[in-house]
């Protein structure tokens, strides 16, 4: 009788451990994701990157034919697509969340500007209205994870890489808002068309071209390599 009474007692001590330890981890990963905050993530990338590369394999007066890359942070080619569209004209299209200052840089240096995330999102034409156009965020999707981010740990200061789990958790986050184009969700949130960049009046058939984002000033430009 004494000894099922103490193998009871340190049963539920073993309960009242677990449970307490599961709790203290989930206390723990609650305050991390309060503060990690995704501009500080951001602010530790380089001063640009390369979602996207495209070329023009055809085109002829009724549809363009394009072969578009996806890359991740490093650079690495992540998807490799062909498309095909009714028109001539083609319009790449963002949507750019607009974040807070991030705190520091990977110099550093205090960031006293908004900081910004950058997600490819459709390919339309003259002929195809915005809306309606090819659907890119599911093309680098991974488990609602933007594949386009991959690597984001490597550039992280030592100060951030302890919120390396809390970061993936947000990014996944924000991406899932858009994916289920619930855009509302996200505050300061705005779309930013790619199609008026000076210097390249059209895209030329055998050329490659690159879409730059610069996250610590908002802005995307294409250039042709």
Do not use: W
């Not at 380089?46 to 034919?65: A, G, Q």
């Not at 919120?163 to 991406?175: D, G, H, L, M, P």
């Amino acid at each position: 009788m004494q000894k099922t009474i103490k193998l009871c007692f340190f049963m539920i001590l073993f309960s009242l451990f677990c449970s307490l330890f599961s709790s203290c981890k989930l206390i723990q990963r609650i305050q991390e994701r309060k503060i990690a905050n995704l501009e500080n993530m951001i602010s530790d990338l380089e001063e640009e990157y390369t979602p996207i590369k495209f070329k023009m394999e055809k085109k002829n007066d009724s549809e363009t034919t394009l072969r578009v890359l996806f890359l991740d942070l490093n650079g690495k080619t992540i998807k490799n697509e062909k498309v095909t569209l009714e028109g001539t004209e083609v319009h790449f299209d963002f949507q750019v969340i607009k974040l807070a200052a991030g705190k520091k840089n990977k110099k550093n240096k205090s960031l006293t500007t908004d900081q910004f995330m950058f997600y490819p999102y459709k390919i339309y034409t003259e002929k195809i209205e915005p809306q309606n156009g090819i659907d890119l965020c599911n093309i680098y999707n991974e488990n609602d994870f933007p594949a386009i981010f991959n690597g984001f740990e490597e550039f992280l200061t030592e100060e951030n890489k302890k919120f390396e789990n809390a970061y993936k958790e947000k990014i996944s986050q924000t991406f899932v808002y858009i994916l289920n184009d619930e855009m509302e969700m996200l505050t300061n949130q705005y779309g930013s068309a790619v199609h008026d960049m000076q210097g390249i009046s059209e895209f030329k058939k055998g050329y490659v071209y690159s879409v730059i984002c610069h996250p610590h000033t908002g802005g995307i430009e294409i250039r042709r390599q």
